[in-house]
């Protein structure tokens, strides 16, 4: 039996979403003092694709920032960053060898990622899935809340947990489950609702920042892209209407309900009705926000402490499970 422990991270690519909070960090701050939570800003993960190394490091506490704004505490939750505890990278290159090729392969996101020209991708995005896994399981984590799009990735963790404990005949990680629950798993962007809202999505106005202000954020669900209908009288009428579905998405999940309540409280409402009272709701929830990101970024040797430290008791967790790793491979 495995002591229940959380594990989640961000890449700092680029900045944060609303998809980023909804999908992970607000449920990160939920399971806050549950259990025992480590929440890391991967960096080791970001540079899979070329980083600006000025950005990246402005980056790495951007997104720590929005870890605290949001109602991460650093004495309740282990907050660092990838690239101070090594023991990702050599468990990653150890889960390199016990993963095969060809369940990279089959790697939806790598495809997605890479494009149509794989060939150019580097070697590090397309094995990375094996160093997620080393980030889950360096900690023995046994639950992991992530998005829709991290769903495969996590089953391919328990694909090399699985093959490890097989070919060394142990019993040493565990069997990580996802947690992918409730209405924000899988937010889409504002422009065509079919592709999810990503830090890396093509323009500004197809998704909300966290560092957006009330005028932005207004601005940018006005402009959302719909078809004309109104809203149906029953959920069952968002099936498909991928736009309309992910508004009301948006909405249930900043108001802590279900799309079955939002529907609920606005049967029939037009356009013109629902787009400025979501508009209303996500300033008052991500206004706060952005004012304590604000704040924490203009203290970055603060923001550096707090990984600095939350590293420290991470290499305390990560280590000695290393150390037990090369004693059963025989290193
Ligand atoms: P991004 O996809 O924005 O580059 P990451 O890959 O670092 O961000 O993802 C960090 C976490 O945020 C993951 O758990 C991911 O599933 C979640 N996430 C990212 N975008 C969304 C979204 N649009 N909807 C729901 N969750 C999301
Ligand atoms: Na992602």
């Not at 495995?2 to 701050?29: C, D, E, H, Q």
């Not at 259990?35 to 540079?47: R, S």
């Not at 604000?294 to 970055?300: E, G, K, L, Q, V």
Request: aromatic share 8%; with cysteine; net charge negative.
């Amino acid at each position: 039996a495995f002591t229940p422990r959380v594990f989640s991270g961000i890449k700092p690519s680029g900045g944060l979403t609303l998809g980023n909070y909804l999908g992970a960090i607000k449920r990160f701050v939920g399971m806050q003092g549950q259990m025992e939570t480590i929440y890391c800003v991967v960096d080791m993960h970001a540079i899979t694709v070329w980083q600006d190394p000025k950005e990246l490091a402005n980056m790495t506490r951007e997104v720590a920032a929005g870890y605290l704004a949001a109602g991460l505490d650093p004495s309740q939750s282990i907050l660092f960053n990838q690239s101070q505890v090594a023991a990702h990278a050599e468990l990653g290159w150890i889960f390199n060898c016990v993963a095969r090729v060809g369940w990279m392969n089959r790697m939806t996101q790598f495809k997605d990622k890479a494009g149509s020209n794989a060939e150019k991708a580097s070697l590090g995005l397309y094995a990375y899935p094996s160093l997620m896994a080393a980030d889950i399981l360096v900690y023995h984590a046994t639950h992991v809340p992530v998005g829709e799009d991290q769903k495969q990735h996590v089953e391919l963790t328990r694909d090399i947990a699985a093959k490890f404990n097989h070919d060394y005949k142990v019993d040493f990680f565990p069997a990580t489950e996802p947690v992918i629950e409730g209405p924000a798993m899988r937010i889409m962007n504002l422009r065509d609702g079919t592709k999810k809202m990503s830090k890396s999505g093509e323009s500004d106005m197809e998704r909300i920042n966290m560092t957006d202000d009330a005028d932005k954020i207004a601005k940018k669900f006005k402009k959302a892209k719909t078809d004309p209908e109104p809203l149906p009288e029953t959920v069952e009428g968002l099936a498909s209407r991928p736009e309309a579905r992910n508004l009301v998405e948006i909405y249930a999940a900043l108001d802590d309900t279900t799309p079955e309540a939002v529907i609920a409280q606005y049967p029939g409402a037009g356009w013109g009705t629902f787009k400025p009272a979501l508009a209303d709701l996500a300033v008052a929830k991500l206004a706060p926000i952005s004012v304590e990101m604000a704040r924490f970024m203009d203290d970055p040797a603060e923001i550096d402490r707090i990984l600095a430290s939350g590293s420290e008791k991470a290499r305390a967790i990560a280590d000695p499970i290393l150390k037990q790793t090369y004693d059963i491979v025989g290193l």
